[in-house]
């Protein structure tokens, strides 16, 4: 045993070794190619059985399978919560909550604040902010949650499909956990409520018997998926294609019974908002704005190359998992295709695969949780490897799982042991509570171009019927909201028009992150007390000052509040 681990061991710390000493972009490429050839040619005859007495029959029995589970549940928690003590680490989960917040008014998703993701996913923010009280860091605690259900359904879906192989389950759980420990996916994204959904997709799929109930559910599930982000439409097609070859092209009426089952949850909301005579703000939000989203041409291979050389930086043994998985993907589809096996096309995982990278060029905006689906169905599709290529996948996640949580651990502990603590130094808080001792009065209104978790915390809508900071500087979701009268603008621009309606509270940004790059913003003066003498600037230095304030912090962006003079 000790021998054939050294034949495994060896090869990974020997390119470790040799990727401390170099760290450009040719070398780790290097690195990659030398520990897979090593690899293979160490361990070409090494099975789990070698490593691991009778795995399957021991560790991971059923009394055992709880405490693994468990174990990926601690793993989840602590290194999600690593940066809880930054308050904001994307401006979309501000704006959803400020845009959720209507609800409780008896307002519609989209009528009087619009976010450009679908109903469904106000709706749940909504009820989990009144779940937790609408306190902020409980409610990003909550989510941590939410992304567990999905970690679990891969555990599900990997032991039902591999003739439940436990060690596989837990390796691909583990898998996944550890990808979206990386700061780009640590947040409360739309994907990982529709990951929940998808997840259960593929369960009803491989499981239920009843082909016309099973794409029936399917249809149901996806549209739902829809009212969400309206993007996962594109994972219906794995399964319309999968399921028309395995019925060999015919009886497609049975498979295109997922249409009925998608128009049932659609056709209710399209009841709903036609009723409240906003059927083109609906119709928009689904066609017309999602068409010139997807047109920005933004995404690249080359980002998806620094994506994957950030993994390479955060950990290299977690960069050594994808490597591992993508080269024994990609041999698995070369063998099958030299030997002219063609239905490795029609193959679920690899289509799911397939169309979750398609997704995010489709997006089109190299937003790194695009890839979100991605993971998904890589960490899912790790399951394929062969009994000696566990080994080493057992190795090296266990490796990278060692090295994150002791980087993590202790920035983690201290914010969840001190939970009130971490909460009360949210700097935005603070401001809401600095804005609302200066009013001194609950009747009064905000508008906010930046910043927007004020609004949440004041329990405000925003004066703009925009939220999303970025959404006030893109052309196209202007244009379409002039068409509807959804805004005004003056002879400037529409926030120069909110701007004159004096609101009680203005806050502004005079530099806005634009296509990722900090920009002036010159279209409008966000000065407003030098041409308007009746608003007071509040000194928010301590705030800006705050390195709690935002993970990626902008040098060049400044907090401008300006409150009205009662008098």
Request: some cysteine; glycine content about 2%.
């Amino acid at each position: 045993m000790l021998k054939n681990l050294t034949k495994i061991l060896l090869p990974i710390f020997a390119t470790s070794l040799f990727v401390e000493f170099y760290e450009g972009e040719k070398e780790v490429y290097i690195a990659s190619f030398l520990l897979l050839a090593l690899l293979f040619a160490f361990q070409k005859n090494i099975t789990q059985n070698d490593i691991v007495f009778s795995f399957e029959d021991t560790s991971f029995n059923k009394w055992a399978i709880g405490f693994w589970i468990l174990l990926v549940l601690f793993f989840n928690l602590i290194l999600q919560n690593k940066l809880l003590n930054f308050e904001t680490i994307t401006w979309d989960v501000p704006s959803y909550l400020v845009a959720s917040q209507e609800i409780g008014l008896g307002n519609l998703p989209l009528e009087t604040q619009w976010e450009s993701k679908g109903p469904m996913l106000l709706y749940i923010y909504y009820f989990i902010s009144e779940l937790v009280d609408k306190n902020y860091i409980y409610f990003r605690i909550f989510n941590d949650f939410i992304l567990f259900i999905s970690i679990f359904l891969i555990y599900k879906i990997v032991n039902k499909t591999t003739n439940n192989s436990s060690l596989k389950s837990v390796l691909s759980m583990f898998i996944f956990t550890l990808l979206v420990s990386f700061e780009w996916f640590i947040s409360e994204f739309s994907e990982i409520y529709c990951l929940i959904i998808l997840g259960l997709i593929y369960l009803v799929f491989e499981n239920v018997d009843n082909v016309s109930v099973k794409h029936f559910l399917i249809g149901i599930l996806i549209s739902i998926s829809t009212l969400i982000n309206q993007g996962t439409i594109i994972f219906i097609f794995p399964y319309l294609i999968v399921s028309l070859y395995r019925n060999k092209f015919k009886n497609f009426k049975t498979t295109f019974l997922m249409l009925p089952g998608f128009l049932i949850p659609h056709t209710l909301f399209l009841v709903i908002y036609s009723s409240r005579g906003m059927l083109d703000v609906y119709l928009s939000n689904y066609f017309r704005i999602p068409l010139e989203y997807t047109s920005a041409n933004a995404s690249s291979f080359y980002e998806l190359r620094v994506i994957l050389r950030r993994f390479f930086q955060y950990d290299q043994y977690l960069y050594f998992v994808i490597v591992l998985v993508f080269f024994c993907a990609s041999y698995e589809i070369y063998k099958k295709i030299r030997n002219k096996n063609f239905e490795i096309f029609f193959d679920l995982d690899i289509l799911n695969l397939v169309f979750a990278l398609l997704f995010y060029f489709i997006a089109d905006h190299n937003y790194a949780h695009h890839l979100f689906y991605f993971i998904f169905y890589f960490a899912i599709f790790s399951k394929r490897l062969f009994s000696n290529q566990v080994v080493i996948m057992m190795i090296l996640v266990g490796l990278s799982s060692i090295s994150i949580l002791s980087s993590s651990y202790n920035e983690s502990l201290k914010n969840l042991s001190n939970l009130n603590e971490t909460y009360e130094n949210y700097p935005l808080r603070i401001l809401s509570e600095d804005i609302l001792s200066e009013l001194e009065t609950n009747d009064f209104n905000v508008l906010a171009l930046d910043y927007v978790l004020v609004l949440y915390y004041l329990e405000k809508p925003n004066v703009s019927y925009i939220v999303h900071p970025g959404n006030h500087y893109e052309d196209f979701i202007l244009k379409e909201l002039y068409r509807m009268n959804k805004i005004q603008k003056n002879e400037f621009s529409h926030i120069s028009y909110y701007i004159e309606l004096e609101p009680n509270v203005i806050l502004c940004n005079p530099v806005g992150i634009i296509s990722g790059k900090a920009e002036k913003l010159d279209f409008y003066n966000c000065s407003v007390d030098d041409y308007k003498k009746n608003y007071t600037k509040l000194n928010t230095d301590s705030i800006k000052s705050n390195p709690n304030l935002d993970l990626y912090s902008n040098p060049y962006e400044s907090i401008n509040v300006y409150i009205k003079n009662l008098d």
